[in-house]
């Protein structure tokens, strides 16, 4: 099946840096999805970007499906920002299925 | 507009018992997904209904079933418990019937004991 990961696996910041986030895929994928998890498990929607790039304030992502990778950046990062990041995509190579990456846990330190 | 909500919340069982969980999607989406999600396998797909049947299922054993009613709202069904099934459980729905983005409610916490 496909594989997805994600790196850095774990990441901390000083309140108030920038980061990248990526997500890699080793098929050709039907859309793509940026989630945050917070610490009572909730996945909070960040992006559907199946191509391209889209902003929301200080977070912006660009996927390049060609390439099979997309990129999560947080700006200006505040200590709301921790938690784990996961990519997810949906495949259908083996009947339609959402896999989701690995997860990068970010901490963000005042 | 509601978002995606489950209940329980909080489930405990023994092992061999069986369990129910309920998810009711958005109003108006009519695609409803389960996961599974461990700190040793992290979040995997489960199963994906849309009208009131299964259209896509995940690599998990007969145990774990499904079934989705006519209003959308979804049932999983997780017979002869194992340790191994203590999990969180989040349930997503959308509207897209295909690759459509997904919205997850707050899962279901179940312990195994």
């Known amino acids: 099946g496909i594989q997805v990961e994600q790196s850095p696996p774990d990441l901390i910041l000083q309140e108030g840096a920038n980061s990248t986030l990526r997500c890699n895929f080793s098929?050709?994928?039907?859309?793509l999805q940026w989630f945050h998890q917070n610490p009572w498990g909730q996945l909070i929607n960040l992006f559907y970007?199946?191509?391209g790039t889209k902003q929301n304030g200080r977070l912006s992502a660009t996927t390049v499906a060609t390439e099979r990778y997309s990129l999560l950046y947080i700006s200006s990062s505040q200590t709301t920002d921790s938690g784990v990041y996961f990519c997810?995509?949906?495949?259908?190579?083996?009947?339609?299925?959402?896999?989701f990456g690995t997860g990068t846990s970010l901490t963000v330190i005042p | 507009k509601a978002g995606v909500t489950q209940t329980p919340r909080y489930l405990i069982k023994t092992r061999g018992q069986q369990v129910t969980l309920s998810c009711s999607p958005i109003?108006?989406?009519?695609?409803v997904s389960w996961y599974q999600q461990t700190p040793g396998q992290g979040l995997q797909f489960l199963f994906e209904y849309f009208s009131e049947t299964q259209r896509n299922k995940g690599n998990f054993p007969g145990r774990f079933s499904g079934r989705q009613f006519s209003n959308s709202r979804s049932e999983m069904n997780v017979s002869t418990l194992e340790l191994g099934d203590s999990a969180l459980y989040l349930c997503a729905s959308s509207r897209q019937e295909i690759y459509g983005e997904q919205f997850f409610g707050p899962g279901t916490r179940l312990t195994v004991l």
């Open positions: 997810a995509v949906w495949v259908s190579e083996t009947g339609n299925q959402f896999y």
């Open positions: 109003s108006g989406h009519r695609s």
């Open positions: 098929d050709s994928v039907n859309n």
């Open positions: 970007i199946p191509s």
